[in-house]
């Protein structure tokens, strides 16, 4: 059973004890006084109001958010220890009363017999209180009855005996049955492991004991490496078994001392015991880290197969301050994403320089909503030459000088956009934006041959995103403008559903609008890809252009690209051009397009139409201007 449930059932079982105890005891007392045999039931009464007493401030002091576990411990105790007075206290009355052969002897073996099914009803989630109870309440029957020595008791005596066992049976069943059900709603069905649900709620409190008892803890946030590629490659149930077999490694390595529990896909969370001190906290935790990615780096070997998987551990101290349960494992997640923006198989700890990129994070999400509706960002273009150094193209870049954050890296509003999946408006912004300038251009003169637009894959997946397409497209471009249009796609697109892709790439290029696989040569790059989806124009990657004359594998790298292009009939762009020696090397490959800081910077719109005047009809020999036309 959840624990917090578990307590809050047994604290309400306290109240309903004390009810049922003080109500049908004082019936009991008020028969007593009418068959004039007080002499027990006043005294027994008394102790009874007592022990009831106790019980409520037991149920009065039971505050599970702000109790450490040990108080919750030692409240439990109490809690047992009040339950078998209680039906302890029931007994000794039948005892007391069935040694005297008065009236009431009958009474108080009802009475006992009640006390039984009140325990099998109400104790029956804690076997290790009801199964004891049972057994003192229902034994003093048994001898009773036997005492008698008439047939009659025999018989009565072996119906107690049965009716014993009915009760232990039921209590059994129910609490087999109640843990059954918990045990599935708070664990993971493939591993075994605790699940998402049960360790937030876990977390919660545990952040409240440490509120109070000014300890520490820490959780760890593991993200398995390249389990994804396995999956894809060997199948789903060769994945479930590596699951099952990496959900046994961490499940031996915690031990008693850790909780395990699997969050989702390949990811795990463990949560430690409680610490004094803090430094020794963050040692230890550090120290488990390592010791544990070491262990799920170990070859896995399943149905012959050798596998191998590394993780990206994200580590987070808990203590007083600690807010939430969602604020500790959002920054574990992002130490845990750290690690992979690093080159992943590492363990990072969630510290100070991670909390500030956090709450920069956070502000620039919340400005970005109104930067869209305020229109403060700004698109520029990046000129896209030919082989003789013409304007024939352009990239579409954003922009954003903020009022009060100053001039944002698109490197950090464009990942804090896909996250947050503020992406899809901002998408929408850029389209709009950007078919309104190539209508305006096209009516002022400026003939490009294409204009290219990123395309994020959450845009691109998105279920309105051709709809938006089209009715731009209706609104601001003819048949012919529309021609111009180049969407860029990057290769991180790949591993979605391909049928899907090629499906929404197909409704693309229905609007005549072409594709271009950005980044080229990166990713998930491989010849059944260019085979199976239909786009027109690949992007070289600005890595190997930029390494040109550093690493001959790179020239040998860009020569590949251009001779897969021409097999498949594909235009290529090459970005990152900077400097007139990869140019040149370009040239000689046979690219036709090329774009990068060796013609121009991006340009806002009236210096790209300054640009476009001057580089696109008359080829210059010069060097290029770096810096934005005045």
């Not at 624990?3 to 604290?11: C, K, L, V």
């Not at 005891?25 to 109001?49: D, H, I, R």
């Not at 390592?290 to 050798?306: A, D, G, R, V």
């Not at 209706?474 to 391909?498: A, C, G, S």
Request: hydrophobic share 40%; with cysteine; net charge negative.
């Amino acid at each position: 059973m959840n624990e917090q449930r578990f307590y809050s059932f047994m604290q309400k079982q306290i109240l309903l004890l004390i009810g049922w105890s003080l109500i049908t005891g004082l019936g009991f007392v008020m028969l007593s006084v009418y068959y004039e045999s007080t002499e027990y039931s006043y005294p027994w009464y008394g102790v009874v109001m007592a022990i009831s007493f106790w019980g409520y401030r037991l149920s009065s002091q039971f505050q599970y958010s702000s109790m450490t576990i040990d108080e919750l411990d030692d409240w439990y105790i109490k809690v047992r220890l009040f339950t078998y007075t209680i039906f302890g206290l029931w007994t000794t009355l039948f005892i007391t009363y069935s040694l005297n052969q008065t009236n009431l002897h009958y009474v108080v073996a009802m009475t006992q017999i009640g006390s039984a099914v009140m325990a099998s009803t109400f104790l029956f989630s804690d076997k290790k209180v009801s199964f004891p109870i049972l057994f003192i309440l229902i034994y003093p029957l048994i001898v009773y009855f036997a005492m008698i020595e008439e047939a009659y008791g025999y018989f009565l005596a072996g119906y107690s005996v049965v009716f014993l066992a009915l009760l232990l049976y039921t209590t059994k069943t129910n609490y087999g049955l109640i843990q059954q059900i918990y045990f599935q709603a708070q664990h993971d069905a493939l591993t075994g492991l605790h699940n998402r649900r049960f360790i937030a709620d876990y977390l919660e409190q545990m952040i409240g004991s440490l509120s109070n008892s000014k300890r520490y803890a820490y959780i760890l946030l593991i993200d398995l490496d390249y389990f994804k590629t396995i999956n894809d490659s060997l199948g789903h149930e060769m994945g479930d078994k590596l699951l099952k077999e990496v959900s046994n490694r961490i499940s031996v390595f915690c031990g008693d001392t850790h909780l395990a529990a699997r969050i989702g896909g390949d990811e795990f969370m463990i949560s430690s015991s409680e610490y004094i001190d803090s430094v020794e906290c963050a040692e230890n935790a550090k120290a488990f880290a390592h010791k544990l990615l070491e262990i799920l780096k170990k070859p896995y070997i399943i149905e012959s197969h050798h596998l191998h998987l590394g993780a990206s551990i994200g580590i987070k101290k808990i203590d007083h301050s600690s807010e939430s349960a969602d604020r500790v494992i959002k920054e574990a997640d992002i130490a845990m994403y750290e690690v992979k923006s690093q080159g992943r198989n590492g363990v990072i700890d969630f510290n100070d320089k991670l909390h500030r990129k956090v709450e920069n994070d956070l502000k620039i999400e919340r400005k970005l909503h109104l930067a869209i509706q305020n229109r403060e960002l700004e698109l520029h273009y990046q000129p896209q030459m030919n082989r003789d150094k013409k304007v024939i193209g352009c990239e579409v870049l954003t922009r954003w000088n903020s009022p009060d954050m100053g001039v944002v890296s698109p490197a950090e509003f464009i990942v804090i956009a896909e996250k947050t999946g503020i992406i899809v408006d901002l998408g929408n912004y850029i389209l709009t934006e950007s078919f309104r300038t190539l209508k305006e251009w096209n009516e002022d003169g400026l003939d490009l041959e294409q204009f290219s637009i990123n395309i994020s894959v959450r845009q691109f997946l998105h279920s309105s995103f051709i709809f938006q397409v089209k009715h731009l497209c209706d609104i601001y471009l003819t048949e012919t403008q529309r021609k111009k249009l180049v969407f860029e796609i990057t290769e991180t697109l790949l591993p979605e559903d391909i049928n899907k892709i090629v499906s929404i790439m197909n409704q693309i290029k229905e609007l005549d609008i072409s594709v271009s696989m950005d980044d080229f040569g990166t990713g998930y790059s491989s010849l059944n890809f260019l085979r199976e989806i239909p786009i027109d124009e690949l992007k070289i990657d600005r890595t190997f252009v930029q390494r040109l004359g550093e690493k001959k594998s790179d020239e040998m790298m860009i020569s590949t690209i251009l001779s897969l292009a021409k097999i498949y009939d594909l235009r290529v762009v090459a970005e990152g051009v900077e400097s007139r020696e990869q140019f040149k090397f370009l040239l000689e490959q046979d690219c036709s397009i090329f774009q990068g800081y060796y013609f121009s910077h991006p340009l806002n719109k009236d210096d790209f139409e300054q640009y476009y005047k001057k580089y696109s009809r008359v080829t210059h020999d010069e060097e290029p201007l770096l810096e934005k036309v005045s």
